[in-house]
């Protein structure tokens, strides 16, 4: 099946600095990408749709300026927590949107933790 | 707007018993698609499951089968003969084409933990 991966897999930095998550479709191309995050032991909310060559656009709630989006390829995208506090702290999971595949699914990333220290 | 209900925060079984984690849903639009994910301790999310909203057909894969009935909204998940291995929080999800990207982006329940127990 379509394999997405997010790099790296845990984060650790200090308060203030910023931090930037890759995640990657390896054996498909997705024009479309989503990035959610999870809280312990909460479900995922979607954050952002990332679409390849424009702007993300963003769920209600989420800084636009705090989370930055680019999809510069049909294969990556890249959110960067800026100036990351320890409320930033969270499971940061993308997913890709297959649409050349006949159930036309989103394919998650295995995740990334980032601890704001 | 999309909403997904899990109710079952946490199921515990005993190995061998049928389970049944349910889900209901509620949208305004006519065509939407529902999902269901595997989340094991690793974190990482293992699809399951995606029907359409038109397909109200029971699916069985395995040990795994799904039960939609559109006529009361709900979409709901049955493993029969559990096995300690089945142990995770299971989601189930909307896709909401209503979203800020207009693409998708699934709206998903908060999750039933799953405990199978030898």
């Known amino acids: 099946g379509a394999v997405v991966s997010q790099h790296p897999s845990r984060v650790i930095c200090k308060s203030g600095t910023s931090v930037k998550i890759e995640c990657r479709s390896l054996?498909?191309?997705?024009?479309?990408m989503f990035w959610y995050r999870q809280f312990p032991k909460q479900s995922l909310m979607l954050m952002a749709t990332?679409?390849?060559?424009?702007?993300?656009?963003?769920e209600q709630g989420v800084e636009k300026d705090k989370f930055l989006i680019n999809h510069a390829s049909l294969t990556l995208s890249t959110l960067t927590v800026t100036s990351a506090h320890p409320e930033d702290s969270s499971f940061y999971i993308c997913?890709?949107?297959?649409?050349?595949?006949?159930?036309?699914?989103?394919?998650f990333g295995p995740g990334t933790r980032l601890t704001v220290l | 707007a999309q909403k997904v209900t899990q109710a079952q925060t946490e199921i515990s079984v005993v190995e061998k018993e049928d389970v049944t984690l349910d889900c209901v849903y509620e949208?305004?639009?006519?065509?939407?698609?529902l999902f269901w994910y595997k989340q094991p301790p690793s974190g990482e999310l293992v699809f399951l499951i995606r029907?359409?909203?038109?397909?109200?057909q029971n699916e069985i894969s395995g040990r795994y089968s799904w039960n939609f009935q559109k006529s009361t909204s709900s979409f709901n998940f049955t493993i029969t003969a559990s096995q300690v291995v089945d142990s995770a929080v299971y989601f189930c999800?909307?896709?909401?084409?209503?979203?800020?990207?207009?693409?998708?982006?699934?709206?998903f329940g908060k999750g039933t933990h799953l405990i199978i127990q030898p």
């Open positions: 949208t305004r639009d006519t065509t939407y698609y």
């Open positions: 054996d498909f191309q997705a024009t479309t």
């Open positions: 999800a909307l896709s909401d084409p209503y979203s800020g990207g207009g693409a998708d982006g699934l709206t």
């Open positions: 990332s679409n390849e060559g424009s702007k993300a656009t963003y």
């Open positions: 997913s890709a949107r297959d649409m050349t595949s006949s159930t036309d699914t989103q394919y």
């Open positions: 029907r359409n909203s038109f397909d109200e």
